[in-house]
């Protein structure tokens, strides 16, 4: 029987799991409701975890680190906003470049740091700053796409990115702050995995999270909540996963290792077979280029 301390402890090691997910995928949403793709995350997660732990490493300070990290995101994210706002290129071809630069650039710049390590971030009541942040950050974009004058035009430029532009609004303009912000989350939860879940640096750390945050868009269907359930349910396999290696199940590790990335393709299929539910709330414009008369 699971006593309140282990539930606690799962709880916080689920939360743990989960917050890079939730801060990259919020990002990733805000940037495709305005109808840019962007499959870069992988790598803007790996330069944020970098360079968030080299400066954090050098300056002492963990809040210096996180805000390079993120502005290390919002510097990949200009590459690529210009590449596919202003030069017109395909964006899905872009974002896969994006993520290969990042997966090289990353393990040269992070070769000096391989086998040190930074003080943890803090804990309050079982939790980390960052797991309290990524919570209030589903709420905030949440309640900006819904309720704010600049969410109708964010999802006004999604849907009719021509429509918008003809009644005034600046199509590009605002999709250049989309993208930006979603490297800068991306950045960010980059640096929470060399930080915090594993506060050193290890070349190709991310595991392919950046993947699974764009997939924990689908799962959501482009809603805020969705991502925050998607995240945590990929956060409790993986714990559920770890607990099994440590009880030594007669399960191959390998298999085990899987579990979280099967369970994700899982539920992507089962919601993928009702075509009706995937385009309720797809931009109509995602992944088109925009380019003014």
């Known amino acids: 029987m699971m006593t309140s301390d282990l539930l606690i402890a799962f709880l916080a090691s689920t939360a743990g799991a989960a917050t ?17 793709l962007n499959l870069g995350l992988e790598g803007m997660m790996l330069v944020g975890a970098v360079v968030g732990f080299g400066v954090t490493l050098t300056s002492g300070s963990m809040t210096i ?5 993120m502005a290390a995101g919002m510097l990949m994210a200009m590459v690529f906003g210009f590449l596919v706002l202003t030069l017109q290129t395909n964006q899905v071809a872009t974002g896969l470049a994006l993520t290969l630069f990042g997966i090289g650039v990353s393990a040269f710049i992070g070769r000096s740091y391989v086998g040190q390590t930074v003080e943890r971030m803090p804990i ?15 709420l905030l974009v949440g309640w900006m796409l819904a309720h704010t004058r600049l969410g109708l035009i964010i999802r006004a430029v999604g849907e009719s990115p021509h429509s918008a532009h003809a009644i005034g609004f600046p199509v590009i303009g605002l999709r250049y702050g989309t993208v930006l912000f979603g490297g800068a989350m991306a950045g960010l939860g980059g640096a929470y995995l060399s930080l915090a879940l594993t506060p050193m640096w290890v070349e190709g750390m991310t595991a392919g999270r950046g993947w699974i945050a764009l997939a924990q868009v689908v799962f959501a269907t482009w809603k805020p909540r969705g991502v925050l359930v998607g ?21 191959p590790s390998e298999f085990l290792s899987m579990l979280p990335y099967i369970a994700t393709i899982v539920v992507l299929v089962l919601i993928c077979r009702n075509p009706q539910t995937i385009l309720l709330n797809k931009p109509m414009s995602l992944g088109q280029n925009f380019k003014p008369d």
């Open 65 to 69: 680190g996180l805000l390079a990290a």
């Open 124 to 138: 309050l009541w079982g939790f980390d700053g960052m797991e309290y942040f990524s919570i209030v950050l589903v």
């Open 231 to 251: 995240a945590y349910l990929f956060g409790g396999v993986t714990v559920l996963q770890f607990h099994g290696q440590g009880m030594g199940l007669a399960i």
């Open 20 to 36: 890079p997910l939730v801060v990259a995928s919020m990002g990733e949403l805000v940037t495709e409701r305005s109808g840019v």
